[in-house]
């Protein structure tokens, strides 16, 4: 059944009223000074920014052999310690991230060695070139075309 009163601009309450009234818990009399404790309750939280607690080491997402480390000290934090279960999660996601980014380079660099071979196999001509990181490789086409005997 739905409460029977009317909101501020005269339109029907289309909420349900309470068991045993037939009005919801907005419009009830006796339910007011309930409803207020409970609405004073609701805004009362702390909204104080919450932060990790400082780890004993560097952390370093660009490092994917680390994160294991990262992810052990935080659920040691949730389990022990009683660190904040949203932080935690929030910080797993991050490395989650991070470790999906590792692993999309790797792929990509492999599949650019593996072209690289198709290329040199296929005999066209194909330098390899350093990435500015030095750390993956990527490969560039000679333009002079293979070289016969």
């Known amino acids: 059944m739905k409460c029977t009163s009317k909101t501020q601009d005269g339109q029907p309450c289309r909420t349900h009223a309470r068991a045993g009234s037939e ?37 370093d997402l660009d490092d ?33 991230c991070a470790m999906r980014a590792h692993k999309a380079g790797e792929l990509t660099e492999r599949v650019e060695q593996l072209e690289f071979l198709q ?7 194909a330098t390899r070139i350093s990435s500015p990181t030095g750390s993956s490789t990527q490969f560039e086409d000679d333009e002079e075309g293979p070289t016969g005997p």
Do not use: W
Request: contains cysteine; hydrophobic residues 35%; glycine residues 6%.
């Open 64 to 96: 994917p052999r680390r994160i294991p480390k990262l992810m052990t000290f935080l659920a040691n934090g949730v389990i022990r310690e009683g660190m904040d279960a949203k932080i935690a999660y929030a910080v797993c996601y991050l490395a989650d």
């Open 119 to 125: 290329r040199v196999e296929d005999g066209e001509h």
């Open 23 to 59: 009005f919801c818990i907005f419009h009830d009399t006796s339910y007011a000074s309930q409803r207020r404790a409970a609405q004073s309750r609701g805004g009362s939280k702390s909204s104080q920014l919450k932060v990790m607690p400082t780890p004993p080491f560097e952390i």
